[in-house]
């Protein structure tokens, strides 16, 4: 059993992954920025810490996540203004990161998306520059922490039935490939924080044919895939 944070606590994966923690016996602490999104937060089973992230500052991150076994990312600007993606995706995914670090925190999951690491593929005229430009600086930013992290990158997002099976994808293909339900990714969410051999590794996922847990097991500690 751990206790984990989630940030980004009213996302829709967030919300997915909130019962799924709880079925395991894990406690979770949820930070949201709408007061409002309080009851429905809640109603998961997540207890709700209300918290600007785009302008919470270290010290103040660092104060909700203590007594934490694992910090979870899954926040995001949505979108639209390119500041404030900047400020969210990239800025407050680092202070997190440093949050974690001065509380002692070791564990550290962010879901990121499908090969992140290639921010290029996206030119300073699309509407996914910004976007692409802070979630490659976060999760670099991860990788040279002293964290014990694990970057999740699944491929676009579907409200599509949660199967519980996916392909980890090795080859890191940019064809054409297969759509990840927000439902399986919580679901890897709750099993990675409970799959040390995941640590030091970026997985890219999408919807397949392996069982979460079993898919996870195959994963070699400290490598990039």
């Known amino acids: ?90 800025d407050a995914a680092k202070r997190s990161i440093d949050a974690a670090a001065i509380t002692g925190i070791k564990r550290f999951i962010t879901v990121s998306y499908y090969d992140a690491d290639h921010p290029e593929v996206f030119g300073p005229e699309s509407s996914m520059y910004a976007y692409a430009q802070s979630k490659a600086a976060a999760d670099q930013y991860l990788r040279n922490s002293t964290l014990d992290w694990t970057i999740l990158g699944p491929t676009a997002l579907t409200l599509e039935t949660p199967s519980g099976r996916i392909t980890i994808d090795k080859a890191r293909k940019t064809s054409t490939i297969p759509s990840t339900s927000r439902g399986n990714v919580a679901a890897v969410i709750v099993a990675t924080v409970h799959a040390p051999n995941t640590i030091g590794t970026t997985l890219n996922f999408y919807d397949g044919d392996t069982d979460i847990r079993s898919a996870l097991q195959t994963v070699q500690p400290q490598k990039v895939l």
């Open 1 to 90: 059993m751990a206790h984990v944070t989630i940030i980004g606590g009213h996302g829709k994966v967030a919300l997915l992954a909130s019962p799924l923690f709880r079925a395991e016996g894990d406690s979770l602490t949820s930070i949201i920025r709408n007061p409002e999104q309080i009851t429905e937060v809640e109603l998961g089973g997540a207890d709700a810490v209300v918290l600007d992230i785009e302008h919470a500052s270290t010290d103040e991150l660092a104060k909700v996540f203590s007594g934490s076994d694992a910090i979870v990312w899954s926040a995001g600007a949505g979108g639209g203004d390119s500041s404030r993606t900047y400020a969210v995706d990239r």
